[in-house]
């Protein structure tokens, strides 16, 4: 005990309130005492959307490593403030209990600002800013049809995102605002986010006045100022922030005209025994509603109360939208014009993608910017406006990426050592180099574990693995795109490797190049390797497969796995239909068509995959690689057998190719498409490869991709007969498999590509490299060696073995795994 | 790993040797318990851990990969759901993150794997 130390007490327990009290805990000197309001410890609020995204309130929780060791921190839950006797120095907390400090931090965050509006008290509106406020959207949510966010902003956006993905069918967002986001971007950039936006499914009502919210008891429209309306039935308001002042206003604090506790740059309020930080607190005149800045302020308080000396003086605002599937970026001073600075636009309203850099007139310097579609560079420009980096010769190439094949990391090595890296956790560019250089850490993980950069919002993870790169190339540690700790090699290296020397196993390949026991990186890369030159079935040498090699099959979230056999081309008969069903029913799976024209089967138990298989197989089915790094499908349209637009039979040509390549190993799947013509009803422009009739031949596509970061393919060759393409085909995967990086899709590969589609062209087409000949060969052998894994392994006793949850009571399932159900079949549990 | 010297362990037998792929894991349910089994047949250890990620709650950690980190070859499993790695040492994440799972003392004798409860 120590009760001769002095106490501080914190009031909220919030993001900020929480990190005083690691900072001030960390220095020994207080005893420190917490009232948060919330029923729950301290959660991360700028991850919150992520609730409705599978992560529990458990996950949100911010790590209290230490804090109950001993009684130097007390921590009372859903008891909040009610009153501060400053004379006394004494708080009073509303379960009654009487707390004297030495000094108190508010640190009480803010609310969402309601607006005085007409029916704003009916039943189905509701605010975004606490797991609480989540937990009542997410019960109201599924009699919902149709939902609004009021306000377009950040957190707006934000929610109405959420609204999308809790499954409302209609969400809308109305902004009062001509434009999106109005404190972040420019008109143009709300115009390329506007149609991205629309793209994800929300509605758009910008220049909209809500008059009042109508309906009887709950709520039905909105009606606004141009007399127009709207009917929804749930609403969430996202309509800025209100500082919480109240107990600061009643103890006679200062406070600001429009809000915010008055502090100064020691962030004191007008009575120095009492602090104030985060959102709570009105610094320099202004509320930073975002974390950063509050963390700072944290760190501030603390340091100045242990007899350190620090000051907040300002934070920069510049932000990153976290919306899932669209970049919006804004930072420095967005919105910066001539004449003191002139602009430059790149706008791309086909692609989405617009941004603007604010170049001081002087050429010299960036001021600030808005990125929407693509916010890459985002974290470079960044720290180019913080630093005051000087701008190259051609500013404009910040934006366009350099186009004389310069280095992309190169810019960050020029940042200043003081930069601050990860804001989060007060990291700059010196800590991360001098953990490269002298602690020797060379990966993300460790460098998350040596200096903490990274492990807040994240956003900041790809400039730091470019430091790290950095720092060893400058250090002359030649960076090679090693596999990981265990191999001092490529994947190509070692591919070769293997091949020259006809290396069957992992344990052969670990004992020549590689060191230590392996892991999850090199040896599905090995694996994936021996796969692809001997073609021997992967169920020998299961526990270097990756989880879902190794049973031959997709686990889902309980630990059940899912069924997934090959229908080539999406061509099935009725017969094969039925028997998909009584398996199904016969195992209690749940049956869905899935985005790649076959059927799944989810929720086996591993111990009834083989005989799950042995049915299927039985009925003519085969394995369809689901599992692997493999061909996945070759999706068809129905084409010239029917269809009245159809120049040639593309399902026929789907499922030659699909049987060609099945069971082909790779760097990471492939998929294939055939369209019978230019409609393009197979997407095939959006596989791997994709093939679409024309009137004299086919047409042939590779490299495209869906995915997080669509890429349509490109045009290999035009009016082609069936067996060119063919042969073209057979040179372009093996190109691929043998020249790949670990895990990259076709797309990623071409884009890494020196001189890209044409150099491409010329190895496939025009033989540059003379390999073609031996390509096919090896193409070929592959095509013949092709077996089906799950029927390899049905017929093998011992194989079969395998599959068992506990491996001494083999025919006992995992007491564990239950379904929850939904609309007549299983569903996997929460979790 | 089996360096322990306590003497009041409960050995329970656990499965046989060869149930226990080498280089790989197993699940063997003992008293009730999940208990994950991992033999490093290279280095001639056999580790044993809770089966359970703490991570989302699965009982998977039996089937995932195998592997060591660092200069000291720290034994490891990656979990197969989220690749959250933890040390068969002692149990703690290596994924920079605070989960901790339970080892217990493994022993081998006659071609039989005991677990120690
Ligand atoms: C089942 C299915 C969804 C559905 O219900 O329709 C699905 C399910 C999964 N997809 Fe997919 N994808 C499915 C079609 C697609 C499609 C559509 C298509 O193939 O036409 C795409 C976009 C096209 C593409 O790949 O380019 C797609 C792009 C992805 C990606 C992103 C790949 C990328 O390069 O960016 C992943 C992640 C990955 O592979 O790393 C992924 C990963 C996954 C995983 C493996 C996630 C996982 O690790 O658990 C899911 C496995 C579930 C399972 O157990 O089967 N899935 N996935 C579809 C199975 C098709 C099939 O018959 O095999
Ligand atoms: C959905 C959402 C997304 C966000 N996204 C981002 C983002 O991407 N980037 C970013 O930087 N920021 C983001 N933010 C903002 C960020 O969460 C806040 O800046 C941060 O939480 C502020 O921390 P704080 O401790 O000041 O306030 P809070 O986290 O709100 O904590 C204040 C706590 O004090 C409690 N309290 C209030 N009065 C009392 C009392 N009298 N007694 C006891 N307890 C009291 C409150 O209940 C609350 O728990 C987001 C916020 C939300 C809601
Ligand atoms: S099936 Fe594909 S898109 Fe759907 S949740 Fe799984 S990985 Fe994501
Ligand atoms: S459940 Fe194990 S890593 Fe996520």
Sequence with gaps: MSESKPIAVVIGNGMVGHRFCEKLKSKGLYRIIVFGEEPRPAYDRVHLSEYFNGKSASDLSLPMTGWFEDDEIVL????????????????????????????????TGSSAFVP???????????????????????????????????????????????????????????????????????????AALESSLKALGLQLHLNKVTQSIEGHGHIEALQFADESRLHIDMLVISAGIRPRDELARLAGLTVGTRGGIVVNEKLQTSDKHIYAIGECALAQGMIYGLVAPG???????????SEGNKSFTGWDMSTKLKLIGVDVASFGDPFAAEPDSRSIVFDNRASGVYKRINVSADGKYLLGGVLIGDASSYNILLQTVNNRLVLPPNPEDLILGSRDGASEGAGVMNLPDEALICSCESVTKAAICTAVTEKGVTTMDAMKKCTKAGTGCGGCVPLVKDLIT????????????????????????????????????????????????GCEVCKPVVASILASLWNETIAKQAVIQDSNDRYLANIQKGGSYSVVPRIPGGEITPDKLIVLGKVAKKYKLYTKITGGQRIDLFGAHVGDLPAIWEELIEAGFESGHAYGKALRTVKSCVGSTWCRFGLHDSVSFAIEIEQRYRGIRAPHKLKGGVSGCIRECAEAQGKDFGIIATEKGWNLYVCGNGGSRPQHAQLLATDIDKETCIRYLDRFLIFYIRTADPL??????????????????????????????????????????YKCEWKEVVGDPELRKRFSHFVNVPRKKDPELEFDSMRGQIKAKEW | MATTTITDINWQFACRVEDVPTEGGACVLVEGEQIAIFHFARRGQWYATQNLCPHKQQMALSRGMTGSAGDNNEPKVACPFHKKTFSLETGACLSGEDYQIRTYPIKIKNGKVYIGL
């Design chain 1, 744 to 785: 990259t899709r076709t797309a990623t590969w071409l884009n890494k590509m020196d001189g890209g589609m044409s150099y491409l062209r010329d190895v496939v087409i025009n033989d540059s490299l003379g390999m073609g000949a031996q390509w096919e060969l090896e193409m070929q052998d592959l095509v013949d060696s």
């Design chain 1, 116 to 190: 005085d509006i007409n029916g704003i008290e009916k039943e189905g509106v509701f605010v975004y800013r606490t797991i609480e406020d989540l937990n009542k959207i997410k019960a109201y949510a599924p009699k919902a049809k149709r939902g609004a966010v009021m306000g377009g902003g950040l957190l707006g956006l934000e929610a109405a995102k959420a609204l999308l993905d809790l499954g409302i069918p209609e969400t809308h967002v109305v902004e009062f605002a001509p434009r999106l986001m109005p404190r972040q971007i420019d008109s143009a950039g709300s």
């Design chain 1, 295 to 305: 963390y700072e302020m944290a760190d501030v308080v603390a340091t100045n109360l």
């Design chain 1, 76 to 107: 009372h839950l859903g008891d909040p403030i009610r009153e501060i006797d400053r004379h006394q120095r004494i708080v009073h907390s509303a379960k009654g209990i009487v707390q004297p400090y030495d000094v108190l931090i508010l640190a």
């Design chain 1, 470 to 517: 950095g720092t060893m190339k400058a250090g002359g540690i030649y960076v090679r795109n090693t596999v990981c700790e265990h191999f001092d090699r490529s994947r190509q290296e070692l591919f070769d490797l293997i091949k020259l020397h006809g290396i069957k196993t992992y344990e052969e390949t670990l004992s020549r190049w590689g060191k230590g026991d």
